[in-house]
């Protein structure tokens, strides 16, 4: 095991933990008292808060309260929103990054913070938010809102995330202290690292100024290992003869799948997290409250990622013992080397390392007040956010090209693929090639927003209130990209050599950390080390300077900026919204209701650069592009609820029109190709946004103030949406590629589902230990229509992207004033990642399913020692190229471990 960080306390700490095996009976012996009604502590408290928020809200809404996060084995608000109804998660080396509402893709939900946009840190430019770096320990409530109101910032078609963090005045102007201290440890990177997270707030000058101050810090050693092959394709068994004479060894009519570039990955991460909050608050009255509060994160990233990995288009295929198995896919390959091909496109295996740093920055600042002057209230509030990414990616490379043969073997349970080399990975034998290759890349987000709100209650009558406002939010998004490579090459010129071979052999390492022998994927076999292409090894060849004038004299500054791939996008929304709020009585029946509109328009911006080739070797001409565009919504919603039972049973209905604006980087004037597996993307400025019509009809069961019971039909109309199509491009040397290009879809698809979920405490029972136990639990059913999405190869027809048919959250504990344990089991099934991947084909996540846990053991009124436990039954993720057959990625990440104290004073 291996510590990282400043662990002096986790000695200390591991030993307090291990306490909590003396939980159970303790807790027979402290039974406290129950009332089925009146529950104000622990885990009950957090599910009433939940509750509340639920009943109270206008929309169709669930919640998750403080409690309720802590006590969760969940480190970022990402994993911990996975527990509500009709949300997935995607995992990054199995942390919960991005978030899926009722289908819609993570890019298409709208996340606030405090009211305050959460800008997106991806690589690349996009719109989702990585939820890594967001603590759950800032949280007073998390809140999902699949339903819209005028009031609501547009853009999410799936639906709003909004983050409230605590404030000051949240615990009756009362001084408070909270924190913990904690060790992780991940059972495949073998680390242990620390975990401290510190909250204060008081408030001064008789109650009416408070202050608030919360910081988390993490050292995270993160390692996944991956069995992939990028791809599925079709060989041509005939290069001679034009088009593709596709080989069909099983003499079935139907073309046979190759895999694409098969490779072992072992992505190692070591981050440093750094969180801050502060919030000033100051109360003179009743009838005033104004505020200043921020947030900040920082995320270093290192990152020694390594690879073995290689290619089968550089061979031909050994008919007599190659193997085709079901959905005519090779289950057993067999090449031989194609010397006729230029020797980069030969048979060949690279070691190849990803190193470098990640850099990920996000501040938001914002100051607003809340006043009211009789029957008006004014809510004026302006903020800016900032999100910052910066990739410095470094490849080392080694490679074997030329290699007399290889053989690819899925005859395992996992179909993983099991590679097997004529060369021996852990030693320099036939490495002819040694690359090393920079590419940074700067992303900057920032936006500025102010909006006025003036809202006016009525005392008697059918409307309650009338509320207007407007808003102007101006989004910036920058991408620059730089390249650069350094090669030496000792089968082109072999008097460099000597020269990559005494670099490779003093400074690369053997791979040791335990691969496929340790059953992970599920079958023994592959390579369980090869060479490690180290810092040292890209020292030593020497990192090449993108930035350096005559680096790359084929542009004329010199300079390594890939101009296709810098842009720059703008945009600008000016919106109003007019909405009142009514309540009446229909015979015994109380109904209240929400019902508006709002105006938003966009102008957006973009600009590029144009890259002309020149005859005669002159450099290229790069040419600034810019394009514009405009458009108007209209976005209507009504929200309805109605008491059937007076605070017990409550029906919901609403309609509403809601948009999202495409990714900046589909709107980019950018160009990009690859040259290795011949495909490429551009942008398409003239994208316009998601549109859908949105509907929802429930019943909620309110049995008491902690448990209750709810059902939901809802339907998305998606009118408007964007997919990727492909498109041919050929070079100036004849070679073709394969375009992706993002454009507005013409079908209509609908999308209708079911979401039910319950919440039981059984605090009604009066039996020991049943009595302090409850269940918490949520299902979603989600069916599209309308998509006309085909495989590319049957004609079959395929999903809406990104939608799971089905998935599930369930969770139980048990809770008494000493000790409380919780486990949670989530599941979502297949989906749709793209519609046309690598070699055509389209590619699923496949279902997927893992279990958390945790211990509480109270100590004393304010000290408890926890022990929490992440994927527990050691899942692994999953995908394909529409066949099990065909898998493209299995990724195991293994458990994690949490264990430390918490205090509050």
């Known amino acids: 095991m291996k510590f990282s960080g400043n662990c002096a306390w986790v000695s200390r700490t591991a030993v307090a933990v291990s306490l909590l095996a003396a939980g159970p009976a303790i807790a027979q012996q402290q039974e406290a008292a129950s009332d089925s009604d009146i529950v104000v502590t622990g885990i009950r408290s957090s599910l009433q808060g939940a509750l509340n928020a639920k009943r109270n809200a206008p929309q169709v809404l669930d919640a998750i309260s403080a409690e309720d996060i802590g006590k969760f084995p969940d480190k970022n608000i990402g994993e911990a929103l996975q527990r509500v109804t009709g949300v997935q998660i995607s995992r990054a080396d199995g942390e919960g990054a991005g978030v899926t509402i009722r289908g819609a893709d993570p890019s298409l939900n709208r996340v606030e913070i405090n009211g305050t946009t959460a800008l997106s840190t991806t690589v690349g430019g996009g719109r989702d938010v990585d939820f890594r770096d967001l603590p759950s320990e800032f949280v007073n409530r998390l809140e999902v809102v699949k339903s819209a109101t005028a009031d609501m910032t547009e853009g999410g078609v799936g639906g709003t995330v909004r983050v409230i963090t605590r404030r000051p005045f949240d615990n009756g102007g009362k001084t408070y202290v909270a924190g913990s201290a904690q060790a992780i440890y991940s059972d495949i990177a073998d680390y242990m690292d620390p975990r401290v997270a510190l909250i204060a707030s008081d408030t001064f000058a008789d109650g009416k100024l408070g202050i608030l101050v919360s910081g988390t810090f993490e050292n995270r050693n993160v390692e996944s290992h991956q069995a992939r092959t990028t791809g599925w394709v079709r060989l041509d068994s005939d290069p001679t003869t034009p088009g593709l004479q596709a080989y069909d060894l099983n003499n079935d009519g139907a073309a046979d799948f190759f895999p694409d570039i098969p490779r072992y990955v072992i992505n190692r991460l070591e981050t440093r997290r750094y969180a801050l909050n502060g919030i000033l608050e100051w109360r003179p009255s009743d009838d005033l409250t104004a505020y200043v509060e921020g947030n900040w994160t920082r995320s270093n990233q290192s990152v020694t990622s390594q690879f073995l990995q290689t290619g089968t288009s550089g061979g031909l295929v050994d008919v007599a013992n190659t193997v085709i198995g079901p959905d005519n896919t090779v289950t057993h390959l067999e090449m031989i080397n194609n010397p006729a091909l230029a020797q980069t496109s030969q048979l060949g295996v690279s070691y190849r390392n990803i190193l470098g740093d990640i850099r990920r920055t996000t501040y938001n600042l914002a100051v607003g007040a809340d006043w009211t002057s009789g029957n008006l209230k004014l809510s004026p509030k302006i903020s800016y956010s900032k999100a910052q990414a910066y990739n410095n990616e470094i490849n080392a490379t080694a490679a074997v090209t030329g290699m007399s043969s290889l053989i690819v073997d899925y005859n395992n349970p996992q179909q993983a693929p099991q590679i097997i080399l004529p060369n021996d990975p852990t030693t320099i034998a036939g490495i002819n090639q040694l690359t090393v290759l920079r590419r940074p890349r700067y992303d900057d987000q920032a936006e500025k927003m102010a909006k006025l709100d003036a809202e006016y209650t009525f005392d008697t009558g059918f409307l309650t209130s009338i509320k207007v406002g407007g808003q102007y939010r101006d989004l910036t998004v920058k991408s620059r990209f730089y390249s650069r490579t350094t090669t030496l090459n000792g089968f082109s010129n072999p008097a460099v050599q000597s020269q990559i071979s005494a670099i490779v052999a003093g400074n690369a390492g053997l791979g040791t950390s335990p691969f496929f022998n340790t059953g992970n994927l599920g079958f023994d076999g592959g390579y369980t080390g090869w060479l490690n292409m180290t810092q040292a090894v890209a020292d030593a060849v020497g990192v090449p300077d993108p930035f350096a004038p005559g680096g790359c004299p084929a542009n004329a500054d010199g300079t390594c900026q890939v101009f296709t791939d810098t842009w720059e996008v703008g945009e600008r929304n000016i919106a109003g919204y007019a909405q009142a709020a009514f309540a009446f009585d229909v015979g015994s029946v109380a109904v209240s209701g929400v019902a508006g509109a709002r105006v938003v328009n966009t102008q957006v911006d973009t600009s590029g650069f144009l890259r002309t080739a020149q005859p005669g070797g002159q450099p290229a001409l790069i040419s600034p592009v810019a394009y514009d565009s405009k458009n108007t919504e209209f976005l209507p919603s009504i929200n309805l609820k109605a008491e059937l039972i007076p605070n017990t049973l409550m029906a919901r209905l609403t309609a509403s029109e809601v948009m999202a604006r495409p990714l900046p980087q589909q709107l980019a004037p950018r160009f990009t190709l690859d040259v290795v597996g011949l495909s490429g993307s551009r942008g398409n400025p003239a994208l316009q946004p998601f549109r859908a019509r949105q509907y929802d009809a429930g019943l909620e069961y309110y049995i008491n103030k902690t448990s209750f019971a709810s059902v939901t039909y809802f339907r998305k109309e998606i009118g408007s949406f964007i997919q990727n199509t492909t498109e041919p491009f050929t070079d100036a040397n004849g070679v073709t590629y394969a375009i992706t290009v993002p454009s507005n879809g013409t079908q209509k698809v609908t999308i209708n589902g079911i979401e039910a ?105 304010d000290v408890s020692l926890f022990l929490e436990g992440v994927n527990l039954l050691d899942a692994t993720r999953k995908e394909n190229a529409n066949s099990i057959y065909r898998r493209t990625i299995i990724e195991t990440f293994g458990r994690r471990v949490y264990g430390g104290i918490r205090f509050k004073l």
């Not at 979603?780 to 089905?806: I, V």
């Open 757 to 861: 979920g319950a919440q039981v405490a059984f605090d009604f029972i009066n039996v020991p230990v049943v009595k302090h136990m409850g269940v918490i639990a949520n299902f979603t059913y989600s069916k599209d229509s309308g998509y006309e999405g085909k495989d590319f190869f049957t004609g079959d027809s395929l999903p809406f992207q990104g939608l799971s048919r089905k998935s599930y959250n369930i969770s139980a504990y048990y809770e008494d004033d000493v000790f409380s344990i919780r486990g949670a089991y989530n599941w979502r099934s297949k989906y749709l990642i793209t519609a046309v991947g690598r070699g055509n084909n389209p590619e699923f996540g496949e279902a997927y399913g893992q279990l958390d846990a945790s211990l509480n053991l109270n100590l004393m009124k």
